[in-house]
């Protein structure tokens, strides 16, 4: 694919092209915010026949109370309450170093592995896609020996988060792998420092399966210019690194909320302008008369024997409706999040019912939790692939949701080798399993030492 025009260049996939738009709004209704009123235009429904001046008085005064951006934030909490845990099988001294320190700073920027998961799993249940882009350092002169190579840092891979709004193109090959992408970023640079107008920049980076190509394009640039390229960090494994975390549409979270969201936000922003007028009561003078005079909260009014005065208010039945309405959406969003536990003024529920309830969010939350672990796997085995490591790598955790439940692990654990199953391997998985699930937080050296001390232990125990 040779890409010399900005329009080659910046050609949208059909599929991306048919979502963009989506994707701007379910930012917008994740963020909330002063972020959500700049765009409220896009969700605040305009009453047919409604005078632009009111419109754009209820626009002034619109609010979005964010419940699907809280049970994200809950649901990305709870997921990475406690770490996943890396094991690494192997004898390769530096591959085990490497992955130690990898896992506590994966981006060169000190983000550590499951910061990085968490922040790439919020973008999918957001958007229902994000994308992990595994590099190397570009080597300043070529290396003769893999020494040489860990001097330089050529071998130390990093990642980079890329939302789905920023993959614009792409082609796939017959099983669902990407042949090529186009990354595309914009935003606004500064000259020098003595020059402080800011000008738009757009980039685009586009990988095949050996070589890559970052073109350039600012505001005062007539076309896009080619500033970089070459063969990327994985050019010897001949894929593309960009590595996606798909999500179905069950769960995609902001897809199957977002409508119930909207329909909220606007009856509520309906029930608060309707509840603000009906504090300006208007005057009703009943006369046969003609009338007049100047009505106000400076002024005063006459009335003749036969006339009467009243105030127009409503009655309060509709408002009953409304907020009754408002409180079944609410829960309607939180239901359909498998969180019908949660939603607060639920039907009074027995011990048995929320138990059932919250087991099925729990089985939510581990189906993400296998696909967080699925992607950090497929990500650490491709890093270790081009770096040529001799270790086995897996991934575990991430599917027990209650701080309390240890103990109950310990004493199913310790029932587990009280059966006197005459297997070691089992014992020291047991044992390495219960060791890194409480020791969840230390790091990943201290965890690699922990598990080969299990492990001399386990040989001693054998002879």
């Given at each position: 694919?040779?890409?010399r025009?900005?329009?080659?260049?910046n050609?949208?996939?059909?599929?991306?092209s048919?979502?963009?738009?989506l994707l701007?709004?379910?930012?917008?209704?994740?963020?909330g915010?002063?972020?959500f009123?700049?765009?409220a235009?896009?969700?605040l429904?305009?009453?047919?026949?409604?005078?632009?001046?009111?419109y754009s008085e209820?626009l002034?005064?619109?609010?979005?109370?964010n419940?699907?951006?809280?049970i994200i934030?809950?649901?990305i909490?709870?997921?990475?309450?406690?770490e996943?845990?890396?094991i690494?099988?192997?004898?390769?001294?530096?591959?085990?170093?490497?992955?130690?320190?990898?896992?506590?700073?994966?981006?060169?920027r000190g983000t550590?592995?499951?910061?990085f998961y968490?922040q790439?799993?919020?973008?999918?249940?957001?958007?229902?896609?994000?994308y992990?882009?595994?590099?190397f350092?570009?080597?300043?002169?070529?290396a003769t020996?893999?020494?040489?190579e860990e001097?330089?840092?050529?071998?130390r891979?990093?990642?980079?988060?890329?939302?789905?709004?920023?993959?614009?193109?792409?082609?796939t090959?017959e099983?669902g792998?990407?042949e090529?992408?186009?990354?595309?970023?914009?935003g606004?640079?500064?000259?020098?420092?003595?020059n402080?107008?800011?000008?738009a920049?757009?980039?685009w980076?586009?990988?095949?399966?050996?070589?890559?190509?970052?073109?350039?394009?600012?505001e005062?640039?007539?076309?896009?210019?080619?500033?970089?390229?070459?063969r990327?960090?994985?050019?010897?494994?001949?894929?593309v690194?960009?590595m996606?975390?798909?999500?179905s549409e069950?769960?995609?979270l902001?897809?199957r909320?977002?409508l119930?969201?909207?329909?909220?936000?606007?009856?509520?922003?309906?029930?608060?302008?309707?509840?603000?007028?009906g504090?300006?009561?208007?005057?009703?003078?009943?006369?046969e008369?003609?009338w007049?005079?100047?009505i106000g909260?400076?002024?005063?009014?006459?009335?003749?024997?036969n006339d009467?005065?009243?105030?127009?208010?409503?009655?309060?039945?509709v408002?009953?409706?409304?907020?009754e309405?408002?409180k079944?959406l609410?829960?309607?969003?939180?239901r359909?999040?498998?969180?019908?536990?949660?939603?607060g003024?639920?039907?009074?529920?027995?011990?048995?019912?929320?138990l059932r309830?919250?087991?099925?969010?729990?089985?939510v939350?581990r189906a993400?939790g296998?696909c967080?672990k699925?992607?950090?796997?497929?990500?650490?085995?491709?890093?270790?692939?081009a770096?040529?490591?001799?270790?086995?790598?897996?991934?575990?955790?991430?599917?027990e949701?209650?701080?309390?439940?240890?103990?109950?692990?310990?004493?199913?654990?310790?029932k587990?080798?009280?059966?006197?199953v005459?297997?070691?391997?089992?014992?020291t998985?047991?044992?390495?399993?219960?060791?890194?699930?409480f020791l969840?937080d230390?790091?990943?050296?201290?965890k690699?030492?922990?598990?080969?001390?299990?492990?001399?232990?386990?040989e001693?125990d054998?002879?």
């Amino acid at each position: 694919m040779a890409l010399r025009t900005v329009d080659e260049i910046n050609a949208e996939h059909p599929q991306y092209s048919g979502r963009k738009r989506l994707l701007r709004q379910y930012r917008d209704l994740y963020v909330g915010g002063e972020q959500f009123r700049a765009n409220a235009t896009t969700f605040l429904l305009r009453r047919q026949k409604e005078p632009l001046d009111v419109y754009s008085e209820r626009l002034s005064r619109v609010f979005y109370e964010n419940y699907i951006g809280s049970i994200i934030d809950w649901y990305i909490a709870t997921l990475f309450r406690r770490e996943p845990l890396i094991i690494i099988e192997g004898e390769d001294r530096s591959a085990r170093t490497f992955l130690a320190e990898f896992s506590e700073d994966c981006d060169l920027r000190g983000t550590s592995l499951t910061d990085f998961y968490r922040q790439a799993m919020l973008d999918a249940l957001v958007c229902g896609s994000s994308y992990v882009l595994v590099d190397f350092p570009r080597p300043k002169k070529l290396a003769t020996s893999r020494a040489e190579e860990e001097m330089d840092g050529a071998a130390r891979a990093y990642l980079t988060h890329c939302s789905a709004e920023s993959l614009i193109n792409w082609s796939t090959d017959e099983r669902g792998n990407f042949e090529w992408v186009v990354l595309r970023n914009e935003g606004l640079r500064t000259a020098n420092f003595r020059n402080s107008q800011r000008e738009a920049v757009i980039q685009w980076t586009y990988f095949d399966r050996e070589n890559y190509q970052v073109y350039r394009k600012a505001e005062s640039d007539q076309d896009a210019c080619l500033i970089d390229g070459g063969r990327h960090g994985l050019a010897r494994l001949e894929r593309v690194p960009v590595m996606p975390i798909f999500l179905s549409e069950g769960l995609w979270l902001m897809n199957r909320g977002a409508l119930l969201q909207l329909e909220h936000f606007n009856k509520s922003n309906a029930l608060g302008w309707a509840l603000s007028q009906g504090l300006f009561a208007q005057p009703v003078i009943y006369s046969e008369r003609e009338w007049s005079q100047m009505i106000g909260d400076s002024y005063f009014i006459q009335l003749g024997p036969n006339d009467k005065f009243g105030w127009t208010e409503p009655s309060g039945k509709v408002y009953e409706i409304a907020a009754e309405n408002l409180k079944r959406l609410q829960t309607e969003v939180y239901r359909v999040c498998y969180l019908q536990h949660l939603a607060g003024g639920s039907p009074i529920q027995s011990g048995l019912s929320k138990l059932r309830d919250f087991a099925i969010t729990q089985e939510v939350l581990r189906a993400y939790g296998d696909c967080a672990k699925d992607s950090m796997k497929r990500v650490l085995r491709t890093v270790a692939a081009a770096r040529q490591d001799n270790v086995s790598i897996d991934i575990s955790g991430l599917e027990e949701f209650d701080i309390g439940d240890f103990g109950t692990e310990l004493e199913d654990a310790q029932k587990l080798l009280d059966l006197g199953v005459g297997s070691t391997t089992l014992r020291t998985q047991v044992l390495k399993k219960l060791a890194f699930k409480f020791l969840c937080d230390v790091r990943q050296e201290v965890k690699d030492r922990i598990g080969d001390e299990i492990d001399r232990a386990a040989e001693r125990d054998t002879v």
